[in-house]
């Protein structure tokens, strides 16, 4: 049975930064992509940043040069170190794998996000 978990979450100030943390079990990050999405209220879930079995990463233009997501294949974990973050940014985030090519079928129960002052 797979399972995601995310960790990670919280309230931040504007400027500030956090560290998500997504562990599997069932499944190994060495064999698939693991992204991690993003939703608000009232809109569809946007994948932020994915990252290949390879290590190639892949971002959205809105979080470029701020966030950045890794792998630690041993502790069959992925991370989403997000700096500078903008009230734009608060949203539930959710851990996403099983595909070798994109999204798959597989969803963390999602960490909520707040960038507030």
């Known amino acids: 049975q797979v399972q995601l978990v995310e960790s990670g979450g919280g309230l931040v100030q504007p400027g500030g930064s956090l560290r998500l943390s997504c562990s599997a079990s069932?499944?190994?990050?060495?064999?698939?992509?693991v992204g991690w999405y993003r939703q608000v209220p009232g809109k569809q879930r946007e994948l932020v940043a994915d990252?290949?079995?390879?290590?190639?990463?892949n971002y959205a233009d809105s979080v470029k040069g701020r966030f950045t997501i890794t792998k630690d294949t041993a502790k069959n974990t992925v991370y989403l170190q997000m700096n500078s973050l903008k009230p734009e940014d608060t949203a539930v985030y959710y851990c996403?794998?099983?595909?070798?090519?994109?999204?798959?079928?597989?969803w963390g129960q999602g960490t909520q996000v707040t960038v507030s002052s």
């Open positions: 990252i290949t079995s390879g290590g190639s990463t």
């Open positions: 069932g499944i190994s990050f060495r064999i698939c992509v």
């Open positions: 996403n794998t099983g595909s070798i090519t994109g999204t798959g079928n597989y």
